[in-house]
């Protein structure tokens, strides 16, 4: 049986920042949302390249994967009322590269300037993901859309 795996995205365009937010109480009257980067699921019959190859495709039809570095790895324990579950996350950083502007895609996604991230995500390890990829954006080009 094949063990899905979850793994965030960061996808990065003229200092935008691609997050995915959705209503977090659709009963409550005042509109609440979470904020998060998008993220896309992978096992070993279909590898993470390939995930990541539909999501872009979903953003930009000709949109193509041309590089991925893992930066680092994390156990996520997952608790539930009758199990205990590990998990092992890989973070990956994206930094896209593009002749022309695309929008973003359907469903509750938007693009906003990384400056913003900290008003939207407060999740300590995603924006050390920001913070990494600010760094690392300037000299490598890891997700290059052509």
């Known amino acids: 049986m094949a063990v ?3 793994v965030a995205l960061y996808i990065q365009y ?3 920042l691609l997050i995915k937010h959705q209503q977090m109480d659709r009963a409550a009257i005042w509109r609440k949302y979470e ?3 998008p993220y896309v699921t992978y096992d070993e019959h279909y590898p993470i390249e390939q ?3 539909q999501f872009l495709r979903s953003i930009n039809g000709e949109a193509k994967l041309n590089g991925l570095v893992c930066i680092f790895e994390k156990e996520v324990q997952k608790k539930g009322f009758f199990f205990r579950k590990q998990t092992r996350h890989i973070e990956y950083l994206f930094n896209t590269r593009i002749r022309q502007e695309f929008e973003a895609p359907s469903g509750g996604y938007q693009w906003i300037p990384i400056d913003e991230v900290q008003q939207y995500i407060q999740d300590e390890d995603v924006m050390s993901v920001v913070v990494r990829n600010q760094v690392i954006a300037s000299t490598v080009p890891i997700l290059e859309v052509k």
């Open 14 to 16: 003229n200092d935008h």
């Open 4 to 6: 899905n795996h979850t």
């Open 35 to 37: 904020y998060h980067l």
């Open 51 to 53: 995930a990541a190859n």
